[in-house]
């Protein structure tokens, strides 16, 4: 399999080339060149595997001859025996239609887990093949960061450099990532929103005097691997619901468009789903662009949900690409113009495949202020005795106003355990979520950071000091 740039004119790579570069050098993102699709039969005979094993079998196709299949099986074995709960990604009934896929079980408590535990070992595995040493870079709204730091500290040849929006961020998120002292892993906190850390990021791969000294790489959802590891988890729970013979639906919060986008693959690749339910809080371009064709970025409101506060989704790049035939030229020149001016509108082709009939019908999406997320904690709670963090809320609000049909299973992501953002659980319901035995100690554990201006040139000098040049 080979990947292609949703830009156009960055060279294909393969799989390894392709988890290595993270951004494409002409600032599109990776995909691969066509959809692999299974068979109903062949997703039939997926039903009852262990998760490592499904994760195997999904991600086969897209990693091509870069493993073994042996090999990628030892991988999955490996990053997923880490994971808390033997299903790895369990699900829990609420009520007669409504499920929750529990995404929390990983090292940090977050949905990141599940994909950043595979790619740092993938990391590992490509980087001892030679080459040079990596360098990633990356911002994170609070979940990102603290897994991508446990994927990688104290790895060999690969050093982390990892923005976060200085005070936006929940003090478990903080912790988690300052608490690591290996010396590999650098904590950065900037000045401003994380928007503006990720303009900073996204400037350093195009920035030629960094990228002609230093490998580097990224462990945003940019880095198609992520996604490609997120995929495993629809199939997972669709199967346990009665896939392929009957149809589900999933909500899923949602900022990058990284999570829902999974999704999308998993339907291109034969996986029946009824419908993709994008839930955003009041932070709510996508919700704009999917009802309306306006993508235009506003100004972003802090809310108690911090990894939705994102104004710009980097991965609805790469559904705009698949929707508009695959036109990298034409993309481009519609990214270029949202570059300059932070608006723009779908093309037709676009909106078409949007609509009922087209190719990507099967989006919907909803947006949840305060209340809504409050009162939807508030529903769980009393429907199930389950604890919702106010990501998952959020998500679980936008499921219940879908008006999917009683006949068809709804399963809402939960993308965090509710200890990650114990106060605002407390507020909504008065019940103080405990953290989880294998964090308990993060509150006396000492904390490494260095604060910098939202400012490119003082981060570019800073990791220009500390990072391993290529060669
Ligand atoms: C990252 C994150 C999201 C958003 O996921 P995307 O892939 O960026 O859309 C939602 N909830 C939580 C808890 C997260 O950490």
Partial sequence: MDYISTRGSAPALDFEGATLAGLASDGGLYLPREWPRFTADEIAAMAGLPYAELAARVMQPFVGDSLTPQRLLELTTQAYGRFAHNAVTPLKQLDEQ?????????????????????????????????????????????????????????????????????????????????????????????????????????????????????????????????????????????????????????????????????????????????????????????????????????????????????????????????????????????????????????????????????????????RADANDMAASIRWAFDASGELLDPHTAIGLHAARAAGIGRETPVITLATAHPAKFRDAVERATGQRPVLPARIGDLFEREERLVELPGDYAALAAYIAKHAVPRG
């Fill in 98 to 366: 409504h499920w929750l896929l529990e995404l929390f079980h990983g090292p940090t408590l977050a949905f990141k887990d599940v994909a950043l535990q595979l790619l740092g070992l993938l990391f590992e595995e490509f980087l001892g093949r030679g080459g040079d040493p990596l360098t990633i870079v990356g911002a994170t709204s609070g979940d990102t960061g603290s897994a991508a730091i446990d994927a990688v500290a104290g790895r060999a040849r690969v050093d982390i450099f990892m923005l976060h929006p200085k005070g936006r961020v929940s003090d478990v998120q903080r912790r988690q990532m300052t608490t690591v002292l290996a010396p590999n892993v650098h904590n950065i906190a900037v000045s401003g929103t994380f928007d503006d850390a990720q303009a900073m990021v996204k400037r350093m791969f195009g920035d030629a005097g960094m990228t002609s000294r230093f490998a580097i790489g990224a462990v945003n959802s940019i880095n198609w691997a992520r996604l490609m590891a997120q995929v495993v988890y629809y199939f997972a729970a669709a199967l346990q619901l009665g896939a392929p013979q009957r149809k589900v639906a999933f909500a899923v919060p949602t900022g990058n468009f990284g999570d829902v986008f999974a999704g999308y693959v998993a339907a291109q690749m034969g996986l029946p789903i009824e419908r993709l339910i994008v839930a955003t809080n009041v932070n709510d371009i996508l919700h704009r662009a999917l009802t309306t064709g306006d993508y235009s970025a506003g100004t972003v409101t802090p809310t108690a949900a911090p990894s939705m506060d994102i104004q710009v989704s980097s991965n609805f790049e790469r559904l705009l690409f698949d929707l508009g035939g695959r036109d990298g030229a034409a993309l481009a020149a519609q990214m270029a113009g949202f570059e300059a001016t932070r608006a723009m509108q779908l093309t037709n082709a676009q909106r078409a495949n949007l609509r009922e009939g087209g190719a990507a019908a099967l989006f919907s999406s909803a």
